[in-house]
């Protein structure tokens, strides 16, 4: 008797989970996975999760654990294999695509591995996210194990609902990718019956699609008295009669707060209603900024479990905001245990929706986005007796109960039919391959495998991740923007170069105001992170309005040597020059700038959009050092490079005819901030730079004598953010401006 047989026997299985969220984090999918994963652990199966280091609800990987690494570990008798995964704080824009993809990549040959050599009887697989679902699939089909999928959140309709994708064709193709890819499953698992019908429509037998709720531990959330003492209620300092509104759990785009945020603006002259929020996620920062005046509105962090049970005590009234285009697409773990804690809801749900349904004759319910109707259910809840809509929802909390919940889903990953079917298709290593090769749901998953390929290539350009400028390859400058050019990365920074290269939507065309010629590297060009009005370049020429124009003669990366071969090809730029405002870091005499490769600065646009983002993005992040830096070359000043400069200033100089022909302005990094303020020199080759500079009739400005500028102005030690670029364009256009006022004094005179 072999070990499968043995284990089916005594009603044990070897079970195999892929999630890309596990403990320890707190809330989500994590919990329940979690949960269920310990609960068949204590019922003595053996249980083998395959997962991604602890990030959420913030996208952020947080000591001890390392997002670049593999890591094993045990949660009681539960083996844990972590796999890496790039993060990046809030995960917007396409690093939603980057980081479950990235997760994908890294764990398929570890959860295929697993698999193949342990040979477990079921692998569940946890979506989001589905990318990860293909490689374990496959796996699970060559041993005979049982597949099946939990459904917590459908992520490709929800992708397009919250805006993330677009397109019609897109949708489409997502659409049949996705429908293919559930068709290997053997059995899926959903939460709610909307999303069962939603599978459903995308062509799954229906039989094979089951209803089972994320349950809440009825033991540890419980009806607490009101008049119990609470200790958030003590930290808060609220009065005994402050009427409590919480929201606690996670805090993204489906959550949709502002609309509690906007409700409790409104009733700000209600002294005696306070706002808690309880939780973490990409859109708190946002919301914190954007009501930083809400008064009436107190924060708390995301609680352990043995604390949650008490932080819902504390409110006289929950609310369950939800965005409206993702009403159907997720049921909120959150809801059973607002409902057992034994208080009144108020939930924002469109009629038709689950949410309504479930929550018909127990909640208050209003229209999603509106914050006035909101508003109105809270002052309803606070003047009137809920009791009877807490009794329902009480009984109501019996049906999520992990106690009716959890076995339930044991039973179906362990059915014996399904054990006895997978066995009579696996009675030896040739009938499986016969069987996979035959069987409709083995070519489901081959499919399944090129169905996430194609899939990851239509969301990466759906995003845009691919619009990126083109560059040629120029000698001297070494590498250029192709002239004439624009786009939009990740559908929302546009980007322009002109007729001469220069970023910027305006063409050359000198001869108005003093056009005055921006010069400078990464610092000047600005890049993907920033939207148009956000650079550099706009910020300075938004403060001189009509006085001058401003023309940026930038590339990431060059330096002095680089952008003096720009100038000595177009003779007729430095011709035109009215004044000049040219960039120097410390080492910018030291080489030219070489192209970095076509991950860098690439020559043509990328034949696959996904491998592009992984190779230009998550894999450098995982494995530093496989992508050359974009940083210019530093090191000593070279005389014939400082030659060239030399002569370059004195052109442009010539050229402006005027006695202040402009500055060099001297960027410094963060580190080499600090040693300013420090009372260090932080750059060597300033007496050379000085005396150039005065030779030619040009004014030093050093950024780090600015007492306005400060460290908190790098977005990355280097580059400014979008707050740094609005400090150096005020800096650096307060000098512009005094300059040419000094122009029209003296013209006046003579």
């Not at 994963?37 to 999760?49: D, F, M, N, S, W």
């Not at 000085?690 to 007492?707: F, H, P, S, Y």
Request: net charge positive; hydrophobic share 45%; aromatic share 8%.
């Amino acid at each position: 008797m072999d070990d499968r047989s043995r284990s089916a026997d005594r009603l044990t299985q070897k079970i195999l989970v892929h999630a890309i969220n596990f403990a320890p984090e707190l809330i989500g999918c994590a919990k329940c996975t979690t949960e269920l994963a310990q609960y068949l652990a204590a019922r003595g199966h053996e249980v083998e999760v395959v997962t991604a280091p602890p990030h959420y609800p913030g996208w952020i990987v947080r000591a001890p654990y390392r997002g670049s690494a593999y890591r094993q570990e045990t949660l009681g008798s539960i083996r844990l294999i972590r796999c890496p995964m790039a993060t990046k704080a809030g995960a917007a824009g396409v690093w939603r695509l980057l980081a479950p993809l990235s997760f994908a990549v890294a764990a398929a040959p570890i959860v295929a591995w697993r698999i193949l050599r342990r040979r477990p009887d079921v692998v569940l697989c946890v979506e989001p996210t589905l990318f990860s679902a293909p490689a374990a699939l496959l796996a699970a089909k060559l041993v005979g194990a049982r597949s099946v999928l939990h459904v917590q959140d459908l992520e490709v309709d929800a992708a397009f609902e919250l805006g993330r994708l677009r397109g019609a064709s897109v949708r489409k193709a997502a659409n049949f990718l996705e429908r293919r890819l559930l068709g290997g499953f053997d059995c899926i698992v959903t939460i709610s019956d909307k999303m069962r019908r939603a599978l459903s429509a995308k062509g799954l037998e229906p039989a094979k699609v089951v209803v089972l709720r994320n349950w809440v531990d009825l033991d540890a959330i419980r009806p607490q008295p009101k008049s119990a003492s609470n200790a958030f209620r003590l930290q808060l300092g609220f009065a005994e009669d402050d009427f409590v509104v919480l929201y606690a759990g996670h805090i993204g785009a489906k959550q949709a707060l502002d609309v509690v945020f906007e409700a409790a603006r409104r009733l700000a002259d209600q002294r005696s209603i306070r706002f808690v929020v309880a939780g973490e996620g990409p859109a708190l920062e946002g919301l914190l900024q954007t009501y930083r005046d809400a008064a009436n509105v107190a924060f708390l962090p995301l609680q352990s479990a043995v604390r949650v049970n008490e932080l819902l005590a504390m409110a006289d009234l929950h609310v369950l905001p939800q965005h409206v285009g993702a009403a159907d697409l997720v049921l909120p773990s959150k809801l059973g245990g607002m409902l057992a804690s034994g208080r009144p809801i108020a939930a924002t749900a469109k009629p038709g929706t689950e949410i309504a349904d479930l929550l018909a004759d127990i909640a208050l319910l209003s229209a999603p986005g509106d914050d006035e109707a909101l508003a109105t259910s809270i002052l309803t809840a606070r003047s009137r007796d809920s009791s009877d809509k807490v009794a329902r929802g009480l009984a109501l909390a019996e049906s999520f109960s992990a106690a009716r919940l959890l076995p339930a889903f044991e039973q179906l990953l362990v059915e014996r039919e399904g054990v006895r079917r997978r066995e009579a298709g696996s009675a030896g290593a040739g009938s499986r391959s016969r069987a996979f090769v035959s069987k409709r749901p083995g070519y489901s998953i081959g499919f399944g495998l090129l169905a996430v390929l194609v899939a990851a290539e239509l969301t990466a350009r759906a995003l845009g991740f691919v619009d990126v400028p083109v560059y040629r390859r120029e000698p001297g400058t070494e590498y250029l923007p192709e002239a004439g050019q624009s786009g939009r990365f990740m559908n929302a920074n546009d980007w322009y170069f002109n007729n001469e290269s220069m970023p910027l939507a305006q063409d050359w065309k000198p001869g108005g105001a003093i056009d005055a010629l921006l010069i400078g590297n990464s610092i000047v060009m600005g890049g993907n992170p920033y939207k148009q009005p956000e650079k550099l370049v706009a910020q300075i020429q938004s403060r001189l309005g009509a006085r001058s124009t401003v023309w940026p003669i930038a590339v990431g990366g060059w330096n002095q040597p680089n952008e003096v071969a720009y100038l000595d090809r177009r003779p007729e730029i430095v011709r035109a020059a009215g004044y000049v405002a040219w960039e120097y870091m410390a080492g910018g005499l030291s080489s030219a700038s070489a192209w970095r490769g076509e991950y860098v600065f690439p020559t043509q646009r990328p034949v696959s959009a996904a491998w592009y983002a992984l190779r230009r993005y998550a894999i450098p992040w995982l494995v530093p050092g496989t992508l050359a830096s974009e940083l210019p070359p530093r090191g000593n000043a070279e005389n014939a490079h400082a030659a060239d400069f030399d002569r370059m200033l004195h052109d442009l100089a010539a050229s402006t005819r005027s006695d202040r022909p402009g500055f060099i302005w001297l960027y410094p990094s963060q580190e080499q901030l600090r040693m300013a303020r420090r009372g260090e020199e932080w750059l060597p080759e300033r007496a050379l730079i000085e005396t150039m500079a005065r030779r030619n009739g040009l004014r030093i400005v050093d950024v780090a004598a600015k007492i306005e500028w400060n460290e908190s102005h790098y977005r990355d030690g280097l580059h400014p953010n979008v707050e740094g670029n609005r400090m150096l364009g005020s800096i650096l256009a307060a000098e512009i401006a005094a300059d040419v006022a000094d122009r029209m004094i003296s013209a006046v005179g003579q």
